[in-house]
């Protein structure tokens, strides 16, 4: 694996800047109070309303954490490292799962595991890191520094699927991952094999044919270069990254699985994928190293547009994608959104289904279309999305569907 090279993050200041609003507390605190009303993400891990209805309650009493949220947001806005609001109000859940997991007083902290299933337990969970002046330092600290990178291999499900739809046996495919944290949906699409992909339920059809997905899954994938790109290394914030996940999985057999499956995809001596340190928003100002200006087939940017602001995702959906993608190249997006004159927004809905995959290239007529839905962020559910049938009549007709 040749490390390409390193660019810094983008600041808000710079030509490329986000534009991220100053945040308020009072966007803060009706995040946080939807998040409790709605069970964010919930649909898999119901002890997520319970921490926002512990968090809601406990700051009700006291707002010492929220106001730490906002002063982060705010801290993060004139540097190189903006936030969301919206980000921040899940940054801080697996946050507090840090401190009690790795953090330097609770390594291992036994009971958090057993604290964590009642809005009144989260209460003692709070208690301890305010009443703690080191906890409630380092708590400050990951709100300042981090970003949400839980990496999630069921993303990958469809990623050959649309390789073999619209690129046929035109493979090697160049590839690369926008937001890769540990790069897992593209692991598992280059890796797994028919017999061993992230189980998921595939009710997509089309003409009688059905589960789409899983028979494009049965044919193995070949990558010329993966090109991964993140801001942060996943290989050095590795215990960050076992602390990415929901209460629910943050248990130690959670963090057996999430090792697991860190070795399963592991590309460190992987000679074929090359991983970049840097910021998305500035990848098409980095020195040409043959990735810019159209030499990508397909390009990937799965659960990234949340975590970005919303001027950011659209410079990241009408410039930077379609400028990495060559000219019979796809760009992938997986992620809650929606679409609006061919344009792709974020979908603020919490229902199922509001997570979806949206392609974008010459095939599509450079409008950005919905072809799949998934029950949950997770992608562990697929049905046809609105664009499904138009995306089928445009790529079935492709020479290498349509063998003589
Ligand atoms: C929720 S994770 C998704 C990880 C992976 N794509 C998946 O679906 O399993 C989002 C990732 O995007 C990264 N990220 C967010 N904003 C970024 C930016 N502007 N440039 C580079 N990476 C970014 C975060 O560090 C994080 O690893």
């Given at each position: 694996?040749a490390?390409v090279?390193?660019?810094s ?9 986000s534009g ?5 507390k ?6 946080v ?34 106001d730490?949220m906002?002063?982060a ?8 490292r ?6 921040m ?15 330097k007083k ?12 009642s ?19 380092e708590?400050?600290k990951?709100?300042r ?18 390789v073999?739809?619209v690129?046929?046996d ?5 590839a ?8 897992f949906p ?24 059905t589960?789409l997905l ?13 090109y ?9 914030d ?36 090359n ?13 040409d ?11 990937t ?18 410039e ?7 000219d ?23 229902d ?15 409008q ?15 049905r ?21």
């Open positions: 694996m490390e090279f390193q660019i993050r983008h600041s808000p200041n710079q030509e490329s800047g991220f609003q100053q945040s308020t009072e966007e803060l605190w009706k995040q109070e939807d998040h409790a009303g709605t069970g964010i993400g919930t649909s898999s891990d119901s002890l997520m309303a319970s921490f926002y209805q512990g968090l809601l309650a406990h700051s009700q009493k006291d707002p010492t954490i929220i730490m906002a002063q947001v705010k801290e993060r806005s004139t540097s190189d903006p936030i969301d609001p919206n980000h109000s899940f940054v801080v859940v697996y946050a507090i799962n840090y401190l009690m997991m790795f953090g609770y390594q291992n902290y036994p009971e958090y595991f057993q604290l964590h299933d809005p009144e337990n989260w209460h003692h969970v709070f208690n301890a890191v305010l009443e703690d002046e080191e906890l409630t330092t708590l400050a990951l709100l520094e981090k970003e949400l990178m839980s990496p999630v291999a069921e993303r990958g499900n469809s990623i050959p699927f649309f073999w739809q690129c046929g035109k493979q090697p495919v160049t690369m991952d926008l937001g890769s944290s540990l790069g593209w692991m598992s699409a280059i890796r797994d094999t028919a017999d061993n992909y992230p189980p998921f339920d595939d009710q997509t059809e089309y003409k009688g044919r589960e899983k028979a494009a899954r049965a044919r193995p994938l070949a990558v010329n270069t993966l991964l790109m993140d801001h942060t290394d996943p290989r050095k590795r215990d960050w990254i076992r602390a990415c996940r929901y209460p629910g999985y943050a248990t130690a057999e959670g963090v057996q699985q999430m090792d697991e499956l860190m070795k399963r995809y592991a590309w460190g001596s992987d000679p074929k994928v991983f970049i340190q840097g910021d998305v928003l500035l990848v098409d100002k980095m020195p190293q043959g990735l810019v200006g159209g030499a990508i087939d397909v390009v940017a799965n659960k990234l547009m949340y975590e970005l602001s919303p001027e950011a995702r659209a410079r990241l959906t009408e930077i994608m379609p400028g990495l993608i060559s019979s190249g796809i760009a992938i997006v997986q992620d809650t959104v929606k679409t609006k004159c061919g344009k792709l927004r974020v979908s603020d809905t919490r199922p289904w509001t997570s979806k995959t949206a392609i974008f290239g010459a095939i599509t007529n450079y950005w279309w919905i072809v799949l839905k998934h029950k949950t962020g997770r992608c562990d559910a697929t046809n999305g609105p664009d499904f049938k138009k995306f089928m009549e445009v790529t079935t007709s492709l020479p290498h569907n349509n063998p003589q």
